[in-house]
């Protein structure tokens, strides 16, 4: 028997700021998001400040070396704590508005200046604290106290990474491309290896079109033979919501696709090299992702203005291609309801 051809979202889902804000609490503030890596936060003090769909996080290293992460909002009246960005707070973060100082522990050490006062009581302005979970050295975080498992969410890339030692990558580079289209359009357009030979010229003549999307709930993974017979080293695969995942035998990649907006979206990729690499092979591995990302960024962006146009709602996906995307575009119905 045939395999149905799923109706896609409406394109509704991809351009309306009020189901965008859906998206943001019930998608974002619930979900593992990749925040940095341990070599970004070498010592008590280190920071790495990063807005995810509008939220505005921090991640520090404490005095007692563990990181911890929070909201980076003063509990005064909601200054940034950090721009961002990465560096080092010293012993305290200091509010960028007022001054309130606080501890890596996220408590309230000082009120610069408040003055006496009635019924004020510091202890009840602690940082809104996040949930962080480090793993293989990336340091996730998640919104909520009590959120989804992390080992169940991450069992498939835990078993599929076994044994490649991705620890042995601690020099890391970052590189951020800000898009004009809804996170989604650009997610979709990573979940399927259909348009790669209409797209990616020189990637379509290295790999074979033999081209497979393997769904493990919430991650899958993508294979293709290289077209030279060589043996297939690394991996390339994604986990919900919107992390792109490239391990190769000299390096990794993780692609943060992090809505900015309901029609803007924010690649930060953070690449991960073993110590010594020569900066030209840096540079050189930097700019060849650049390639099909400029390819990818076009197409994302040229089928964006058709989702806002108001001429198209649903087309079908391909059982054949789009397995991923149907598998992708189910979960956002199953928890954000249909439109
Ligand atoms: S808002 Fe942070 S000190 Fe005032
Ligand atoms: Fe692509």
Not at 86 to 104: E, P, S, V
Not at 139 to 163: R, W
Not at 217 to 246: E, H, K, Q, S, Y
Not at 308 to 321: E, F, M, N, Q, V
């Amino acid at each position: 028997m045939l395999k149905v051809a799923p109706e896609t979202l409406p394109a509704a889902r991809y351009r309306d700021p009020a189901l965008y804000e859906i998206e943001r609490r019930e998608i974002f503030a619930r979900g593992w998001l990749l925040l940095a890596h341990e070599a970004q936060l070498p010592a008590p003090g280190s920071y790495v400040a990063v807005t995810v769909a509008g939220f505005p996080l921090i991640v520090v290293r404490d005095d007692a070396g563990e990181i911890r992460a929070f909201h980076n909002v003063c509990r005064h009246r909601a200054g940034l704590l950090a721009l961002d960005g990465a560096g080092n707070c010293g012993g305290a973060l200091t509010c960028r508005y007022h001054g309130w100082r606080y501890k890596l522990d996220g408590r309230l050490a000082s009120a610069r200046d408040f003055g006496p006062a009635d019924g004020f009581d510091p202890r009840n302005f602690s940082l809104f604290p996040l949930t962080v979970k480090t793993w293989r050295g990336f340091v996730f975080v998640n919104m909520e106290q009590e959120p989804e498992s992390f080992d169940a969410t991450m069992a498939p890339l835990e078993e599929a990474m076994a044994g490649m030692n991705v620890e042995r990558f601690t020099e890391a580079h970052l590189s951020s491309h800000e898009i004009a289209c809804n996170w989604k359009t650009y997610v979709e357009n990573y979940l399927e290896g259909y348009h790669v030979a209409m797209v990616h010229p020189s990637l379509d003549a290295s790999i074979n079109r033999d081209y497979q999307v393997v769904v493990q709930p919430p991650v899958m993974f993508f294979r293709a033979t290289p077209r030279d017979g060589a043996a297939v080293a690394g991996l390339w695969a994604w986990a919900w919501p919107c992390l792109g995942i490239n391990v190769y035998a000299d390096g990794i990649l993780m692609e943060r696709m992090w809505p900015v907006s309901h029609n803007r979206t924010r690649l930060d990729y953070l690449f991960l090299f073993p110590k010594g690499t020569p900066a030209d092979r840096i540079a050189g591995n930097i700019e060849a992702s650049a390639i099909t990302t400029r390819e990818d960024v076009m197409i994302c962006e040229e089928v964006q203005k058709n989702l806002d146009a108001g001429i198209y709602d649903t087309g079908r996906l391909s059982p054949k291609h789009e397995g991923g995307l149907a598998w992708f575009q189910d979960r956002v119905r199953e928890i954000i309801g249909a439109v």
